[in-house]
């Protein structure tokens, strides 16, 4: 009788031990389930932080489980091509977003926004390609002391939605230094035939030497890196345009309207052909100008008989 009840006292105890065993195992699954559905929210709700935690919780229930393992990797290679991209490194960060699908049992919506991302920062980097060209002409115009007109290729930037995001940081400041040199130079702006009050006193007829010295360097660089250049020459009603300017479109000319050959007609070739039409130059404004320059050009003639 003492044998049969060590035997069922046993049996109890293994039945007790194997039932613990199962309890634990079924809590321990239920509990890596749970884990990788809320990595799974949390990759939803764009909190990848979370998601990583979460999926490093699955792999303490279930030791090297490939499908937590591979999904835990996918979602760092995303983050690493999203700070890439907050970066703005975005040839690297393309190629690290085109790994994400080569991860086996990754989750769709990382494979989703990763192809997402790739779109759009092909269209970053031909937006960047385009905004630069832009900027790059602004800045000649600017050089060439066509305030206005530089203004007007910022405006072109400055009016596009896309411009203002985060990406073109950099292309934003440059144009904002340049928009501000040309808001000097047109502060600057003395219209034809007409004199300053610095040049009626006497003092500055006493110090003429220091004003060529003055004009001289007058093309150095200022504070914001742009060229700060001599006052344009222009007509009353250009005048007028640059007392009104605020940010706006005053003109319509475009970049070919102010080249010649290419190049872009610059204020001392503006210039040189007023001088050659001499008290007739007051009739046209800087674009009749480089029109004439450019009939003369085109023709074999003279400016003076262009102007005709």
Do not use: C
């Not at 884990?35 to 279930?62: K, P, V």
């Not at 047109?186 to 007409?194: E, F, I, Y």
């Not at 039409?277 to 008989?305: C, M, P």
């Amino acid at each position: 009788m003492r044998k049969w009840t060590w035997v069922i006292v046993t049996f109890i105890v293994i039945l007790m031990v194997g039932g613990y065993a199962f309890s634990r195992h079924q809590s321990i699954e239920k509990q890596y389930h749970v884990d990788m559905e809320n990595a799974a929210a949390a990759i939803n709700d764009e909190n990848y932080s979370a998601a990583e935690t979460y999926f490093q919780a699955a792999l303490t229930r279930r030791n090297n489980d490939s499908v937590a393992t591979h999904r835990l990797r996918h979602t760092k290679v995303f983050v690493t091509a999203m700070s890439q991209l907050e970066n703005h490194r975005f040839s690297t960060s393309k190629k690290t977003f085109a790994q994400v699908y080569k991860i086996h049992h990754g989750s769709k919506v990382l494979n989703l926004r990763a192809h997402e991302k790739i779109t759009e920062i092909g269209k970053v980097q031909k937006n960047i390609t385009k905004y630069n060209k832009v900027t790059k002409y602004a800045r000649e115009l600017n050089e060439a002391q066509e305030f206005s007109l530089s203004n007007v290729q910022l405006d072109s930037l400055f009016n596009t939605k896309e411009f203002k995001k985060g990406y073109y940081t950099s292309l934003w400041k440059t144009a904002k230094q340049i928009q501000k040199s040309n808001k000097t130079g047109l502060s600057q702006a003395v219209m034809p035939g007409s004199t300053s009050s610095s040049a009626q006193s006497p003092s500055s007829n006493n110090s003429s030497a220091d004003n060529t010295t003055t004009g001289a360097t007058s093309g150095s660089s200022n504070s914001n890196g742009v060229s700060s250049l001599p006052a344009p020459n222009l007509s009353s009603s250009e005048k007028q345009a640059a007392d009104n300017y605020s940010g706006s479109n005053e003109y319509t000319v475009t970049k070919k309207d102010t080249e010649l050959n290419g190049k872009v007609i610059t204020q001392a070739q503006i210039n040189a052909a007023r001088q050659e039409l001499g008290t007739k130059s007051n009739q046209f404004s800087d674009q009749d100008i480089r029109n004439i320059i450019k009939e003369a050009a085109q023709k074999g003639i003279s400016v003076s008989e262009a102007a005709q």
